[in-house]
């Protein structure tokens, strides 16, 4: 009983010609057999030519964007313990009148501030590699870069983070327009300070 080589590839040939055929509709809008050669009007509703917003919102989502909480996460700061925000609270308020007198005087650079507020009693804040934190609570950087007219761009001035507690920070920055102290609680992707936009 001999069977030809070609008998069996047919069924499969079959099936594979089926799903080329199938994924190549994908993501085409197809008329109901009802009214397959009607024009949109000539059945009282039109079909759609793409599919509409999720029906889906988050609550709180502001402009109603779907996920928009979700894909914002890593930009909402950690809740503080009510005491810890009180600790906070007294740590800005002296950490305040020295920014306010170096942005009078117009002195915002990162070394100067760091400085300044080293004075205070602060340690400056150590990391290890990996990322655990060694001691110091003190951190003084440059602002972060944005985007401005055709590149990025680095404005003057500094951003401070003290961290007062594991869940409780102080947040600022120095800068020639204006500056800002801040309470909050930390941020899971970048700790005291705010994580930029991600797009």
Not at 50 to 67: C, F
Not at 69 to 79: C, H, I, K, L, T
Not at 84 to 108: C, T, Y
Not at 143 to 172: F, I, N, Q
């Amino acid at each position: 009983m001999s069977t030809s080589m070609f008998a069996r590839p047919a069924p499969l040939i079959a099936v594979a010609l089926a799903v080329v055929a199938t994924l190549t509709a994908c993501g085409d809008l197809h008329a109901p057999d009802a009214t397959a050669g009607a024009t949109p009007g000539a059945s009282g509703a039109s079909s759609p030519s793409a599919p509409g917003a999720s029906p889906y919102v988050e609550p709180g989502a502001g402009d109603g964007a779907p996920h928009h909480d979700e894909n914002n996460a890593y930009r909402r700061a950690g809740e503080m313990a009510p005491a810890h925000a009180a600790d906070a609270g007294r740590e800005a308020a002296r950490i305040r009148p020295v920014l306010e007198r170096l942005w009078k005087q117009r002195e915002w650079d990162p070394a100067t501030v760091r400085t300044a507020l080293l004075r205070l009693g602060y340690e400056e804040e150590r990391v290890a590699k990996d990322g655990r934190r060694l001691g110091g609570t003190l951190t003084v950087t440059g602002m972060s870069t944005r985007w401005k007219d055709d590149g990025y761009v680095t404005p003057e001035g500094a951003r401070v983070a003290l961290r007062v507690h594991d869940d409780a920070c102080v947040t600022a920055f120095l800068q020639k327009s204006n500056f800002d102290v801040r309470i909050n609680g930390p941020y899971p992707e970048t700790g005291c300070f705010e994580p930029p936009y991600g797009h």
